[in-house]
């Protein structure tokens, strides 16, 4: 088997080389493919270099699988061209909505890999954990409603954010004047109500992005709101959940299926520190839920904390996850 990686040197592209890596997956060759300005330069993949080659150049007939981690413009260009001699996994939000595209979260919904016409889009990276104890809720309970807020950590608007992240914050304890580039206001010890750029009723693209992906994903019945924001965190998302069902509940079946939601992890201790915090789930491939209680004002909901790394889980994992099975379970490539 032979795989490709296009954006190889950005943040999920380097995180996707890490848990490609650390995968089951036998890989005879892999293709690392960038811009002209990386071309030629070197990166390790099991203790090898591997030449960069340049994008204009690359032919996509030498990989059967290719993932996608440059961004929307790159696969907005090159992604349909490439699905002609290979399959795609596409990380960017450019075909998530195409009916023709499955939407693909490994654990909930792989089933919609056998329509797949070559090219499979990975969802938002919020969306993606938000999924994981979504999913197992519904089968059970019938969700009716999601109230979400999301605390967004910067490696999810690139590595620039992150570096002025950084810049920021040393600048601001050297009593210096912040200048902001990559944010639209000061992000060092301060959040940011705002990700993507604003649609319609005053949302965001990114909460736009949570309620339309849910429903394409989960269920087209479900209703969603959300209020995403980016706070001065440099990896894992975290997320206030509150979930409305059709019917009564009860709280302790409710805690088992989250218990045994696969990809999922609970730790809620009702006690000093018996929750997960985003830096203590940064490199961990798993999701984790905490804080899970009733909501006092509707007896037919709950509440629920869910944090998980967004450059693993919300993107280089859930791809090679993807990958794991379109080979295990289609054998189609």
């Known amino acids: 088997m032979n795989f490709a990686i296009i954006g190889a040197t950005g943040n999920v592209g380097r995180k996707t080389i890490e848990v490609l890596e650390k995968s089951k997956l036998e890989i005879d060759n892999l293709y690392l493919v960038a811009s002209e300005k990386s071309a030629g330069q070197k990166l390790k993949f099991k203790n090898k270099d591997i030449n960069i080659e340049q994008l204009e150049k690359y032919d996509f007939s030498k990989a059967e699988i290719t993932i996608f981690a440059a961004g929307s413009e790159i696969s907005k260009n090159w992604a349909t061209k490439a699905s002609k001699d290979t399959i795609v996994i596409d990380n960017s939000k450019h075909f998530r909505m195409n009916k023709d595209v499955p939407l693909i979260v490994a654990e909930v919904n792989s089933n919609a890999l056998k329509n797949h016409k070559n090219i499979i889009a990975n969802p938002n990276c919020s969306t993606i954990q938000l999924m994981l104890p979504l999913k197992p809720l519904h089968d059970k309970y019938k969700i009716k409603r999601v109230i979400v807020s999301t605390y967004q950590a910067v490696s999810g608007a690139g590595k620039a954010s992150v570096d002025e992240l950084f810049s920021q914050t ?148 859930n791809s090679i996850q993807i990958a794991e099975c379109l080979i295990k379970n289609f054998k189609k490539l």
Not at 249 to 269: N, S
């Open 170 to 317: 040393k600048d601001y304890l050297d009593n210096k004047l912040i200048k902001s580039k990559n944010f639209t206001k000061q992000m060092a010890f301060n959040l940011i109500p705002h990700i993507d750029v604003f649609v319609d009723d005053g949302y965001t693209k990114e909460e736009w992005k949570m309620e339309n992906e849910t429903k394409k994903i989960l269920d087209n019945n479900i209703g969603l709101s959300a209020t995403c924001v980016r706070v001065p965190v440099k990896t894992s998302h975290s997320e206030s959940v509150n979930i409305e069902f059709e019917n009564e509940y009860d709280l302790d079946t409710v805690r088992k299926i989250l218990v045994g939601a696969p990809g999922c992890k609970v730790i809620d201790e009702q006690k000093d520190g018996g929750y997960i915090t985003p830096l203590e789930a940064e490199g961990d491939y798993l999701t984790f839920i905490s804080r899970i209680r009733r909501d006092h004002s509707n007896e037919k909901a709950i509440n629920i904390w869910v944090v998980s790394d967004n450059l693993l889980k919300g993107a280089a994992l």
